[in-house]
């Protein structure tokens, strides 16, 4: 008996919700076609998707773009035909992005942030005492909530080994909803390259 007093409760309250949405729409009910920024009935599953073209810039000839925020993983100016999937043993994207040769293929340097493992791993003591594997890179609320990192001596950490997880190619598609976000930075520099490694306490009071 339990069990469906339960049930019809839920019910109850699943009506009274349902119920009080239509009370609250003055302009009677609200269409399926009016759901969803699709532009379509919702039982249509014939939804046509904008037609949409890629970047065919090689990669080396693309013009980078300006982060979105501080620190927001930069976008894909070039094509990535053939440089994806990536995959446990190829990733090509490391064959022009690693600092030691950005430089000379004129591509953005993977920045110090992806050579550093903030998962640190933690050791109990002989005396019981659990301490962390690490170099402290960051000390916020004055040391009670420390950010660890254990660097990975030149090597990707492989947290960081999927590019396109974070980066993505560029489209021409036109945003359904108009995008008013306008960012601020510090210095022209951010714009172009992630300090992140370095400003992890930017911000932070670190007096409490």
């Avoid at 300006?66 to 035909?81: E, G, K, M, T, W």
């Avoid at 994207?93 to 993977?110: D, F, N, Q, R, S």
């Avoid at 050579?115 to 002989?126: A, D, G, Q, S």
Wanted: glycine residues 8%; contains cysteine.
């Amino acid at each position: 008996m339990k069990k469906i007093s339960k049930i019809a409760l839920s019910v109850a309250a699943i009506g009274l919700f349902i119920g009080g949405c239509a009370a609250m729409n003055s302009g009677g009910d609200i269409s399926p076609d009016s759901l969803s920024l699709r532009k379509a009935p919702v039982h249509d599953e014939n939804l046509k998707l904008q037609k949409v073209t890629y970047t065919k810039a090689a990669p080396g000839t693309a013009k980078t773009i300006n982060r979105s925020y501080v620190n927001a993983p930069p976008l894909i100016p070039h094509s990535v035909v053939g440089l994806v999937p990536i995959t446990k043993k190829n990733n090509a994207c490391l064959g022009c992005h690693m600092p030691e040769v950005a430089k000379a293929m004129h591509a953005t340097p993977i920045p110090k942030s992806h050579f550093m493992n903030f998962r640190p791993k933690y050791v109990l003591t002989k005396s019981g005492k659990l301490e962390v594997e690490g170099k402290v890179v960051a000390r916020v609320n004055g040391g009670a909530n420390d950010v660890y990192a254990t660097p990975t001596h030149g090597k990707l950490y492989p947290g960081r080994y999927n590019c396109t997880q974070c980066h993505i190619v560029q489209s021409n598609a036109k945003p359904l909803v108009k995008n008013t976000f306008k960012p601020d930075f510090i210095t022209t520099k951010e714009l172009e390259r992630s300090n992140l490694a370095n400003t992890f306490d930017q911000g932070v009071d670190t007096t409490k």
